[in-house]
Each structure stands twice: as structure tokens, then as C-alpha cells.
């Protein structure tokens, strides 16, 4: 499950850079930090989180 979440967030980093999302706080390509933090909290809540 962590693959899978961690290859996502890689995939949306990537496009984001191409093109940026254009969500709130994501409009301009220098907010790749952000989705590279939250990337980092989910996945750290997910080991956190299973057995």
C-alpha cells in the first residue's frame, strides 16, 4: 500500500511540475514543496498507522 501511495504522489509531483494543478495553494510550480510535505505526512501516518 505504501508503493502504491508513494508511486501516486511521485506521478502528481511530476505532473504538477509539467503543469501545475491549478488548486488552492497549488497554483504556481514552486508550491512542489507542498505536495512533497504532504506526501511525506501521508505516508508517514500510513507506517504509523498499520500493524
Request: positive net charge; without cysteine.
Amino acid at each position: 500500500m505504501t508503493k502504491a501511495i508513494s508511486l501516486f504522489l511521485i506521478l502528481v509531483m511530476a505532473v504538477h511540475l509539467i503543469k501545475p494543478l491549478d488548486l488552492p495553494g497549488l497554483r504556481r510550480r514552486r508550491d512542489f514543496w507542498r505536495l512533497a510535505v504532504l506526501a511525506f505526512v501521508i505516508w508517514s501516518v500510513t507506517l504509523l498507522v498499520r500493524p
